[in-house]
């Protein structure tokens, strides 16, 4: 069968999604699956985090910084994990009490920019690093988590986290804060029952994601009383 006519009016171009490029793509929009220094503080995560610092202004002033992990689903903001995360919270981030910041080999994401590329198409898969690379990355991300916290610190009147202890990540949002001298609190578990890790990871192999400890019943409750005592104090 021959279509070439219907092709011949059929446009080519409808939507091409230009105006979620936070930086540019240089004519294609790569998804950037691999670990390393090329996949943590090359292009396009340098130029974004530049960007970031040069043009992104929050929205208004928050009680609270809610740093996050990041998430193997993108854009964040639809994975499993956190869609359970923002469900608990709801009604703190329909208020506009608290704003979601999440730290990842790609830099700080703000959550309104979690639909933009390069923050849709990456995979930094973690069973794949070394020891060096976790150096490297703990140290960028606490470079940029440090520009994060100077430039738009005003906007809000406290930070907090929810990140695993034992995490880089963690590790790289303290390093931040002891540079400038801020005090975060982290309010996710110590510890997590085994029988309530098997009951999220759905028996669908997920059950090796260690993030799956953030978002058990025990732990959505200790985040959720968290930011009501830190909004209480802050009254």
């Known amino acids: 069968m021959d279509n070439s006519g219907e092709r011949r009016v059929c446009p080519r171009i409808i939507w091409d999604g230009s105006e979620y490029d936070w930086v540019d793509p240089r ?19 340098s130029e974004a985090h530049k960007r970031l610092l040069r043009e992104y202004r929050p ?27 923002r469900k608990e919270i709801a009604d703190y981030i329909r208020e506009g009490v608290v704003h979601e910041i999440i730290v990842t080999n790609a830099g700080v994401v703000p959550r309104e920019l979690d ?6 198409a990456y995979d930094w898969n973690p069973l794949k690093e070394n020891q060096e690379i976790r150096r490297c990355y703990r140290m960028v991300l606490a470079e940029r988590i440090t520009d994060y916290l100077r430039r738009f610190s005003d906007y809000y009147d406290t930070f907090t986290a929810y990140i695993r202890w034992d ?17 975060i609190e982290n309010l996710a578990p110590h510890d997590v029952p085994p029988r309530e890790i098997e009951e999220v990871g759905l028996g669908l192999g997920y059950d090796e994601d260690p993030d ?9 409750k200790m ?13």
């Open 115 to 120: 639909e933009y590329w390069p923050y849709t």
């Open 167 to 183: 995490s880089d990540s963690w590790a790289a949002l303290q390093d931040a804060a002891k540079r400038l001298g801020f005090k």
């Open 27 to 45: 004519g294609r929009r790569l998804y950037l699956r691999g670990v390393g220094w090329d996949y943590l503080a090359e292009w396009p995560f």
């Open 223 to 235: 985040l959720r009383s968290g930011i009501e005592k830190i909004t209480r104090r802050k009254s």
């Open 212 to 220: 799956l400890v953030l978002i058990t019943s025990s732990s959505l």
């Open 59 to 85: 929205q208004k002033r928050y009680k609270i910084g809610l740093f996050l992990p990041c998430a193997y689903g993108k854009p964040y903001s639809q994975s499993y994990i956190h869609y359970l995360i």
